[in-house]
């Protein structure tokens, strides 16, 4: 692969900069005329300006960028340790965005790396495309997002048999300089502060579904591309103080409308060929589950963190039962933490692009997911009844009776009132309100569901080989001795 | 025990205009002048209206009155089947109020059972004030709180070893015509709209403690007392159609501070009696847990109603895992019922006063709370990733796009899709916002913490039954035939 | 219903004395000459003696002997109190029988009442044959067992689909005194020592299934029926002081072989009716599964003073993790108790023949399964690795290092080396062995399996109020006072 | 370290040969003259045979043998590589031992290591003769025992409190030439068919138990020291058909009564240094683990290949509940396997000795041991009731029924009665008799308890790290960027 030495990193103000051209974004029905100054968006870009502010903080240099000189985000994976990288990077933009996801770089190069990936089976002329696109991005340091989830209409129907034929975006019109597709795709992640919209498809499709066999690229500011952003974890009328976690910062998903929107050749990736729709859907989400458990890690972290903090305000750290609570919690982030970092050590190189341990991803997944609600549940019950009945910094300036709120709030820890005050509002935040709510939801559903992964689980697992074994163990094969290999 | 008629039953218009009064309550640092009318706290009060509303009720008055004429919370419960009303009469308020707590005649009744249980004990002059205080309320159909739980300092240690000696509230004058008290409770529910605040010891207490066993009632407006709202759960700036649930509604928690103030004899429970403290602190827990659990069938219905709303509106009604997760919500759900109704059954009379199975109570409060979270996972994973990625209903009347967002949302089963963003607004408002973290957070620590309610079923088991038939299995005791009663 | 006073009860030895007949048994591939002196197999006749002798019990006789003076299990039960006296009998003689299932007169009757309730669907002649067998068996206070698990051969198929057509039991002939019948059923328990056999079919049937739809009852002597009995759980070798448990009695299956049965008209129930097969299948399981969960109580209090004795044994009653563990084996017990009364409170009157709850049954049955094996695991982790690494009695009393051995054994609450062996090797049995495994493997399949259970639960909840309350919840009907009805 | 060339590796035959001396053991209060023809004993050590067997293996070579020629277990591991081929091997060698541990090398060479980490701290004469016995073990080929646990008395005191003076193994004289001890060890595996008995401290001790601070090593055959085996998990009566797994093979744990041994200066490790007492404990146990959770490899991966080829002979691969379970087996398997080779790669090397990752190996030692009883019960759910009512292979083979029985046992999958059967009697093996539980039981106790795991995992934490990330997220610490160092 030909590289072109990137012209430059980009500054966050640059990054802000190139966030106010045509984009069509409306937030509760009303256009949004300046993403970046928006009085909740704008808290959704800021978020987003730590990938692009990591490359100049001194102590993140060196993981932020890769030896080539451009965003480590950029960098194909060779190999495990490159593998290992990325999720390092990853967790700490996470850890720097206090625990709420960072998606500006990652789900993108997730989908570029996807794409590489599939360049073999979808041939000429959409390879070189999808490289040329790479290198685009790459070289201009660009901010990314993808757009896969359809609207969906009718689960138990193929995209070809839907009542509403636009359930899945689709191909409405190939002229000889592009194609023309009309549809709708939600809970599209960072997309009001991306330069440029990834297309994927979202299922495997059949003969008669080809027009939905589509994967493209495009710059959010098309015509005809609709953001409709969710107000979901409003920042609006949050202080600070009340919320150290969500206030200053915001995640945004849109349900994005494709009305008849042109796409030159170009940016062309997949158009048709719907036996490998399948293929590239799973490829993509696979490679992103691999970023999605890195950016758990600050957040179970988080919760040991509260956890231990909450014991200690409490004067609870000794009592039997928050000390089995905490060693939970403990298990449960450190096990997430090793299958990720496991999974990057077991990847497999296939064509020159490490892919981490399929299986150990999905399981790693799935344990965060299917653990998460019970990790909150350990920590509001360590935290205790303040968390929901807490008086507020206003209450401990009252000249009435703040001065006898500090006293009373004094704890055990000898912890002030204030810092009392401040860690309850941290737990509160974290594990109670909207913040808390987005993060279940997403342990639930973000990088594909709970039944996806144990569907790769079952896909993955070599089953004849340890049916051999049942066997053997049955004295239904041979009863000689075992092979040495380490088993899966 | 003589009995006046109740004058009158009040209307909800009446007691709203009962609240009109010299209370001291904050919220935000701020005087609240009528709470009545105050933009966040008015949904508190309009919420507790319900309990006078149903009496006005035709289809609810048999349940919301008793043979007497008043309020059926007021009804001294004397046999299991007495219970039962008062459950049902407390589930069908709760479904009423949308599955948010309705604590204003509920709380208050419990402790005034309870310290009807306690008037043997607490003797003369005691037991003739109780009486006559159960009366006023009952023949004035007054909206009464409770407020228990100290600020507590350092919990390893007993009110009178505090480093802060108001950690815990206690007497700090007595005279001639009644008591002093200075300290502060936390998590006091309800108690900005009601008319009389009922104060009662948090723990057993030992001989040095004596100043802390302290219980009286006085008007919420008596000078000296502040109450200090929290604002979780505020209503401020949500809509009815985002928020159908808390939009409309509201539970407030007070910082409940005492600076001094005076409770003159009549109104005084217990001053000194220490030893009794422990006892009359569990006797409401244990009485006011059999509330709690009366009080939570509406929600786990709820969620389980939304599980089945969602699934049927997303098609998944037949799909494996959700039927298995349904089979489990129903489980969780039904449990509860079948063991707060069996509770009631095998209710003990003990001095006229129905108790309910305490142990029973106990297992189901404890089962209800550690299956919570479980329960709102599980709701989640039904009901999809739009709960937090939805657009809103500004969206849908949007000119340019809202036509075309409708069709987008219309769902499998022809959900249109103005009903499916109110399904879907209605499971996000019930499990992820604040109103959910609500629930989650009380689920564990309110009417007494899972720890407690373990210790409690501990206490209860009869241990020694229980060893002899294990030594009998054992070959330990003489081989006779085993007692025929029935085991516990 | 006319009814013959009983001519007597039997005693014990005259029911042992009904089983030296011809009937055909296997052990291990050999004849079993008489089922009373087999060295295994008299176990299982022993045991189940019980059923006879209780009545003789002073103590036990008001609760097995109905008004009418005959056994109390052929009472049919008319209301909720005549089945939980019908619960505390089988309650009681399980723990007789150191909680091993009792399965000699329950599950026969339950037959019985489930073929009365099924009368008016079957109509004449059959329903005045049920009749008749039933107070023939009544009567003569006979022990009857029930065949209904047919092999089945490939599940996904229907019986008349299979490649084997006795994959089913079937008719294979029709005469004008009565069928023939050719099939196997598997699982029938305590087939051996009944005195008749009750068979039903086992799943819901299609027209081309007619002649698969066969019910009948048969003495166990009668030509061409022949037992197979299963070794699992044998009392071979065991001594009863290292099993006090499971040596001295036993359970006993059959695979049970058709080889062309005759069955005279009399006895045939059904024949033919495919469309009443489902209904007489289910309708049998679940009238049993209030058996089950009754019968499971005894073994459930055994868990909990297992435990208990352990942790007193062992010096751990108050190590906190002890007490978690106490606890959560506490609430398990209670709760299936609690469940299993409710249902039978809530009892439906059908016919004159009341049913308990289904939805309450089968979730006590549901959680008794899916909780055995962590209950199992709390027990053992209490009691210690001794469950499995103890010195025998023989070493106690070696000369050599018996005495020492017996010092080093005294434990920290000053059980002597004896006794503590012997709460080991009860635990043990209870829960490590082959009677572990056969509750845990029965826990889980016997009287339906878990997910039979789960479709029952769902099939039984009132889904469509369910849903009318969350769309009410969400806005989308009416916003009237909800119903005051409980709900479910 | 100085090494001298192994004169030979053993092969079976000499192992067993060496076991032909005056060791004093007992079976049921009977003295064994000969381990290697007793009955049952010769079952355990047949298959301890197996370490042996494996160097003569060609295919197993490698694995068995590390460079310099002698026996793998022998090896120290320098490097996390060391330890993956360490724990490789133990995987190895207990599938070819049908998943029952192998401890005949693997459990001593856990001990040796930990002795000669320790080193530095006991110093000399300790440090050399400990290294001088590992080289007479290693240069020997010797198979060795650890006996740790004590009898304890009453746990809640220390050895020197304890009311008999015995309840710890202690030194009752001190001689010149070496000490004499007096006590009994229980729990100690695979001591009748080891030649050397490495003895070491339970817990830690402080001055007063001085006496009780003492490790060493002493031939098994040593005059004074008597094993009394435990006949659980006997092989008598049992066939090789029905028992595939159990029958041919067996573990054995013994009480080790120490009556006043003498044991030699050069062989004595430990002797007063009690300050060492607690770390020396710890270290072996620690280091156990990493064996421990290396040889459950093949138990889990057992119980996943059981479940899948029952799930094919039952014909139900594709039922949902079935892959569900299956999924969730597959997680625990491979959670275990990638935990085990993850706390090898993150080896710490001291002084030499890689050790592995401690929390990791104790996070994977606790979920195994928490999740075992509920994979036990998946395996038995899919597996069926003919787990416990089979019929027998004397049965299949009966002139009279036999062909019919077959003919019936066929099932979906057109697996034959016969090898239906076999695939029964391995899952009725490995779940539910003696064989189930002693897994179940090992996987609570052996190595560490639960309790203990926890109390490794809250020590091994970077708490303070934990609490400064929280309080940063609190705003409680200066706002700057946060470390990027990879996080626990």
Redesign the interface.
């Known amino acids: 692969m030909t590289r072109t030495d990137p012209t430059t990193l980009r500054t966050a103000e640059q990054f802000l900069e190139s966030l106010r051209d045509d984009r069509t974004i409306?937030y509760?029905?009303?256009r949004v005329e300046d993403v970046t100054t928006h009085p909740v968006l704008r808290h959704a870009v800021e978020h987003a300006c730590l990938d692009y502010q990591m490359a100049e903080?001194p102590?993140?240099r060196e993981?932020a960028l890769c030896d080539a000189g451009y965003s480590r985000y950029f960098e194909i994976p060779r190999s495990g340790e490159d593998l290992l990288a990325r999720s390092?990077l990853i967790?700490?933009s996470t850890?720097?965005g206090?625990?709420l996801v960072v998606l500006i770089k990652e789900i993108g190069t997730d989908a570029l790396f996807a794409l590489q990936a599939m360049s073999a089976v979808l041939g000429e002329p959409y390879a070189g495309r999808i490289n040329r696109f790479y290198e685009h991005c790459r070289d201009n340091d660009l901010a990314m997002c993808v757009a896969q989830?359809d609207?969906k209409?009718?689960?138990?129907l193929v995209p070809s048999q839907q009542p509403?034929p636009?359930?899945y975006l689709r191909i409405v019109e190939r002229r000889s300089d592009g194609i023309v597709v009309r549809g709708?795709k939600?809970?599209t992640s960072a997309s009001v502060n991306a330069n440029e919209m990834i297309v994927l498809p979202t299922r495997a499709m059949g003969p008669d579904d080809a027009d939905y066999a589509v994967a493209f690229a495009i710059p959010v500011a098309t015509p005809g591309l609709?953001l409709?952003a969710?107000?979901?974890?409003s920042t609006?009328?949050k202080s600070d103080?009340e919320y150290?976690?969500s206030a200053p910062r915001k995640m945004v998903?849109?349900?994005t409308?494709f009305?008849d929107v042109f796409v030159p050749n170009e940016r062309v990736f997949m158009a048709g060929e719907y036996s490998a729709a399948g293929e590239l859907a799973r490829g993509f989400v696979e490679f992103h589950r691999f970023t999605a458990i890195s950016y758990k890690?600050?957040l179970v972290?988080?919760l040991?963190?509260?956890a231990?903090?909450a014991a200690?305000t409490?004067?609870?750290e000794r009592a039997?039962?928050v000390?089995?609570k905490?060693?939970q919690l403990?298990?449960y982030a450190?096990?997430l933490?090793?299958?990720t970092?496991?999974?990057a050590?077991r990847a497999k190189v296939v064509n020159g692009v490490a892919i981490p341990d399929t299986?150990?991803v999905n399981?790693a997944k799935?344990?965060f997911a299917e653990g998460?609600?019970?990790a909150?549940?350990f920590v509001?019950?360590i935290a205790?009844?303040?968390?929901?009945?807490?008086?507020?910094f206003?209450?401990l300036?009252?000249p009435?009776?703040?001065a006898?709120?500090k006293?009373?709030?004094?704890?055990?820890s000898h912890t002030s009132g204030e810092?009392r005050l401040?860690?309850i509002?941290?737990?509160?935040d974290?594990?109670?309100?909207?913040y808390?709510?987005?993060q279940?939801?997403?342990a639930?559903?973000?990088e594909g569901?709970?039944?996806a992964e144990?569907l790769t689980?079952?896909a993955q697992?070599d089953?004849e080989r340890?049916?051999e074994?049942?066997?053997w163990?049955?004295?239904?094969e041979p009863q000689t001795?075992?092979?040495?290999a380490?088993?899966?």
């Open positions: 409306y509760r029905g009303e903080e102590e993140y993981l390092a967790e700490a850890r720097a206090k625990t989830t609207v209409g009718d689960r138990s509403n636009d359930s709708a939600i809970h609709t409709v969710s107000p979901y974890l609006k009328g103080i150290p976690l998903e849109t349900t409308i009305d890690l600050p972290d988080a040991v963190g509260a231990l903090l200690r409490n004067g609870l039997g039962h000390r089995d905490l060693a403990i298990c450190e096990t933490r090793a299958l970092h496991h999974a050590e299986m150990l399981i799935l344990q998460l609600h019970k909150l549940q509001q019950d205790g009844g303040l968390l929901v009945t807490y008086p507020t206003e209450d300036d009252q009435a009776y703040g006898a709120l006293r009373y709030l004094v704890s055990a810092d401040r860690v509002h941290m737990i509160t974290l594990t109670t309100g909207e808390g709510g987005y279940a939801v997403l639930i559903h973000a569901s709970i039944e144990k689980i079952l697992y089953r340890s049916l074994y049942a066997r163990l049955a004295g239904l001795w075992p092979s040495v380490v088993f899966r």
